[in-house]
């Protein structure tokens, strides 16, 4: 049963009433609060959904001071509420540090389904699945790598589980009381992107009317997770690399350097290697990062961490009662292919306990694409002794 508190600031009680009712309907205790100052000074929550209507400073000011004030062991997390006109407005609100956004009008499920993933980003790292062979080595070895200071790049299909191996090794790393920040170099425009990492004085550029920190001042004493590191321009590339040699930086428009210390993960699912051959990647830059490799196998290749990962998953998303695979979901899934790896996994089950009748989710609650070239013969050591044992529908 979920206890968690959630901080919840909007002027308009009608609205924020229907808000309420999901959530304590949810099991989650609301501290409601109608004015941005007010959630600033208390302190009862680490997820704060947060109107765009506050009525005594911005969205995006509320945001930047509630990461100023937040505990440094515990950032909070901040979710805006924006209206269909306001799509800027939540992307200045994530540039500020907030973890996510919501559209009005939006349905109770995409509530609940949003604050379980960040939810999850609280989770302590010992929830890592890993029973597979490869798996626990691939840990052992992100271990080793925790203990120095070393660039560590991470590569795998997409769906793997990057960035929370990422993590991983900021946790276990004498950083691990400082932040952790994590950039898609993929997601942001590439004109913005570099505000973005090394941040901006006011008058840099059109629309830039104050000065605003980077990501890389933000990890400063932690560590930075550069994802989808393939991505970034040659231009950018040569900017990032005297970052990594001099470490220190220089905010856009600016010419005063701010030193670093910091640890950088690069995560990619390119062949960097084949970039740097085909001239899209520098080589110079490419050795910079890989000074600690960690590669993050495909989940069809460790298939004995499938059916943990769907029983953890369960855990994680399931409402009511408990339940648990029928022994012809357990055959499903392990014959499966997962294309799209623990993402997908994750999705297929959210989707299954909404469909599932009852205590078992069967093999049609799945509705796993029915697609010969994505159906693996599974070895029978790899098959757990519930299967044949659970009950089914």
């Known amino acids: 049963m979920i206890t968690k508190t959630i901080q919840f600031i909007e002027p308009?009680?009608?609205?924020?009433?229907?808000?309420?009712?999901?959530?304590?309907?949810?099991?989650?205790?609301?501290?409601?609060?109608?004015?941005?100052?007010?959630?600033?000074?208390?302190?009862?929550?680490?997820?704060?959904?947060?109107?765009?209507?506050?009525?005594?400073?911005?969205?995006?000011?509320?945001?930047?001071?509630?990461?100023?004030?937040?505990?440094?062991?515990?950032?909070?997390?901040?979710?805006?509420?924006?209206?269909?006109?306001?799509?800027?407005?939540?992307?200045?609100?994530?540039?500020?540090?907030?973890?996510?956004?919501?559209?009005?009008?939006?349905?109770?499920?995409?509530?609940?389904?949003?604050?379980?993933?960040?939810?999850?980003?609280?989770k302590p790292m010992s929830d890592i699945v890993a029973e597979s062979w490869r798996s626990k080595q691939i840990l052992q070895l992100a271990h080793r790598a925790a203990c120095t200071h070393a660039s560590v790049l991470i590569t795998g299909e997409s769906g793997t589980g990057k960035e929370v191996l990422a993590r991983?090794?900021?946790?276990?790393?004498?950083?691990?009381?400082?932040?952790?920040?994590?950039?898609?170099?993929?997601?942001?425009?590439?004109?913005?992107?570099?505000?973005?990492?090394?941040?901006?004085?006011?008058?840099?550029?059109?629309?830039?009317?104050?000065?605003?920190?980077?990501?890389?001042?933000?990890?400063?004493?932690?560590?930075?997770?550069?994802?989808?590191?393939?991505?970034?321009?040659?231009?950018?590339?040569?900017?990032?690399?005297?970052?990594?040699?001099?470490?220190?930086?220089?905010?856009?428009?600016?010419?005063?350097?701010?030193?670093?210390?910091?640890?950088?993960?690069?995560?990619?699912?390119?062949?960097?290697?084949?970039?740097?051959?085909?001239?899209?990647?520098?080589e110079d830059l490419y050795y910079r990062l890989d000074v600690l490799p960690l590669h993050w196998p495909p989940l069809r290749e460790r298939p004995e961490d499938i059916l943990p990962l769907a029983d953890y998953f369960i855990a994680k998303y399931q409402q009511g009662s408990a339940c648990q695979l029928s022994a012809d979901a357990q055959q499903m899934m392990m014959?499966?292919?997962?294309?799209?790896?623990?993402r997908e996994l994750e999705n297929i089950i959210q989707r299954a306990l909404v469909m599932r009748h009852g205590d078992f989710v069967t093999s049609q609650d799945l509705m796993l694409p029915v697609d010969s070239s994505k159906i693996q013969a599974i070895k029978p050591e790899y098959m757990p002794a519930a299967v044949g044992s659970a009950g089914t529908e």
């Open 12 to 122: 308009d009680r009608q609205q924020a009433q229907q808000v309420i009712q999901v959530l304590e309907q949810a099991g989650y205790q609301v501290d409601y609060l109608t004015s941005g100052k007010a959630g600033l000074q208390s302190r009862q929550a680490a997820i704060t959904l947060v109107s765009s209507s506050l009525p005594d400073m911005s969205l995006t000011e509320w945001v930047r001071y509630s990461q100023t004030v937040a505990d440094t062991q515990q950032r909070r997390i901040a979710i805006a509420i924006v209206d269909q006109h306001e799509g800027l407005l939540a992307a200045e609100a994530m540039k500020a540090g907030a973890t996510d956004y919501l559209l009005k009008p939006f349905e109770p499920s995409q509530l609940l389904s949003l604050l379980a993933r960040v939810e999850a980003l609280q």
């Open 168 to 282: 991983y090794v900021h946790q276990q790393s004498p950083r691990s009381k400082m932040p952790f920040v994590a950039v898609n170099c993929a997601a942001i425009p590439e004109s913005m992107l570099e505000a973005v990492l090394f941040g901006h004085v006011k008058g840099a550029f059109t629309g830039a009317t104050g000065s605003q920190s980077g990501k890389f001042e933000e990890a400063n004493g932690g560590t930075i997770l550069l994802d989808e590191i393939a991505e970034m321009s040659p231009a950018l590339q040569a900017k990032l690399l005297r970052v990594l040699q001099e470490r220190e930086v220089e905010r856009v428009g600016s010419h005063k350097t701010i030193k670093l210390d910091i640890r950088v993960i690069a995560a990619t699912n390119k062949d960097l290697r084949v970039a740097v051959q085909e001239g899209v990647f520098r």
């Open 335 to 342: 014959q499966y292919h997962w294309p799209g790896n623990i």
